[in-house]
C-alpha cells in the first residue's frame, strides 16, 4: 500500500533536531525584540523594571505568534516556518504615537489598528491581483536592504555616537560572519545546517575572551518572570492618533502577501495566494491584538528566518514552531532572558547582516518572474526601488514634510510597496483599458454621400 510522502514542510523531525534548529532561529531573531524594546525605552524614558517588562512581553508573544504561524490554527496563520517579532516601521510608528500622545495612547493604536486588519482583509484578499511578483519583489528586496542597514549599525553603532566605527566592535561583526561563511564551507549535512548558531556561538565566544561581555546578573532578579497586562495603564483610543499606523497597515499587508510567497517559495510548497496570505495576516493581527494588552507594537513576520530556512535547507514548520515554545520559555525565565539580552550587538548585528542578504536575494528571484526584459516592468521595478532607496540612503530627507507624512515617507519599505503596487496598476491595467477604449471608438467619417442626385 502506498501512502502520500509528506512535504519537507510538514515534517517531522527528532525532538533534538528541532530544538537545536529551533534555537537556531531564536538566536538570529533575537536582535529584533531586544533592540525593539530598548528603543522604546530609550525614546520614552522608561523604567528599568518597565524595561524588563516590556522585553519579556516581546519574547513570549513572539513565540506565541510562531507557533500560530506555523501550525496554522482555526484559519490563523498559512502552515508555513514563520518566526514572529516586533516589527521595524510599526516600532518606529509606536513611538512617535507615544511620544505625540502618550503611551497608553499608542497601545490603544496598535489595538485598533489589529481589529482594522480583520475589518479591511476581505477587501484586501480581492485585491491581491494588484500585488504581483514585480510588486512584491521589489518591496522584498527594499526589506532586506534596510534590514542590512539596521544589522550594520549594530556593529557600527549610529553615526555620531562617541564608539560608532570601534574597531572591536567591527572585529566582532566580521568576525561573526567570518566564522559563520568557514562553518558553512567546512561542513556537510546538520553542522552545516547549524553554520549560522555556530557562527553566532563563536562570535559571542570572542566577544568573551575580549571583555565585551558580563553575563554576572543573570540571576538578580529571580528565577521567573511574567509579563504584566497593560503595563502603561488602561489603553485610550483615538482614531486621529492611530492613523498613521493604520495607513501603515495596509503596506504592512503586502508585505505580508510578499513574505508569504517567499517563505513557499523558500521550502518549495505550493499555496493559494487568496486563501493563505489572508491566513497569515490574520495570525499577525490577532498576536498583535494580544500584544497591545501587553504593551508592545506591532507584531509581524519575521525576515530573518525566511534566510535562514534558505542557508540551511530545513523547511519543516515544526522546526519553527518549537522556535515559538523557545521563545515562550525565555519569556518566562528571567536568566535565560538575561544571558541572551547580554551578547554584544555587534555579534548579532553580524549574524543578521549575513541572513538579511539572503532575503534581498530572495526578493531578487522574485523579480526574476517579473519578464524584466520587458521595458514597462524594468520601468516601473526601478522607480519603485529608487524611491524605496531614498529614505533608507538619505535619512531625514522628508523632516520638513507634517509629522504623520514623514512617518510614512521615511519608511522606504512603505514607499516602495506603494509606489510599484501604484504603477502596476496605471501600466498593466489602467493603460491597456485606455488603449483598448481608443482602438474601439470608430473612426470620425464626413458626411453620408447622397448618393447620385434625382433633381436635375
Known sequence: MSTTPRHPVDEYRPYSSMALFGFQHVLVMAAAPIS???????????????TVNLLAAAFVLSGIGSVLQSLGLFGFGAKLPFVMLPGGAPVVLFIAIAQQHGANTAVGAVIITS?????????????????????????IVIVGINLVKISAFLVTGEPGDPDFGDPGNLLLGMATIGFTVLFFWLFTGVLRQIA????????????VTMGETDFSGATDGGFVQAPQAMPFGVPEFSLLAALPLL???????????GQTVVNAQAVGKDIDIRRDAPRTIRAEAL?????????TPLMVCSGENIGIIRVTGVRSRFVTATAGVILVVIGFVAPITALVSAVPAPVVGGTAILVFGVVIVLGMQMLQRAALDDH????????????????????????????????????????SAVSAALLNVLFHHVRPRLHRNRQEQPEAVGPADPGPSSTP
Open 247 to 257: 495607513i501603515y497597515s495596509l503596506a504592512s499587508m503586502a508585505e505580508t502577501t
Open 196 to 207: 549560522v548558531m555556530l557562527g553566532f556561538i563563536c562570535g559571542t565566544l570572542l566577544a
Open 36 to 50: 525593539s524594546v530598548f528603543i522604546i525605552s530609550a525614546a520614552l524614558g522608561l523604567t528599568t523594571e518597565l
Open 115 to 139: 481589529l482594522f486588519y480583520f475589518v479591511a482583509l476581505p477587501v484586501f484578499s480581492r485585491l491581491l491581483k494588484f500585488f504581483p511578483a514585480l510588486v512584491i519583489g521589489t518591496m
Open 376 to 415: 514597462t516592468n524594468a520601468f516601473i521595478i526601478g522607480t519603485a526601488l529608487a524611491l524605496g532607496l531614498l529614505p533608507i540612503l538619505v535619512p531625514g530627507m522628508y523632516e520638513a514634510f507634517p509629522d504623520n507624512a514623514t512617518i510614512l515617507l521615511e519608511s522606504g519599505v512603505a514607499v
Open 287 to 295: 498576536t498583535s491584538l494580544t500584544g497591545g494588552f501587553f504593551g
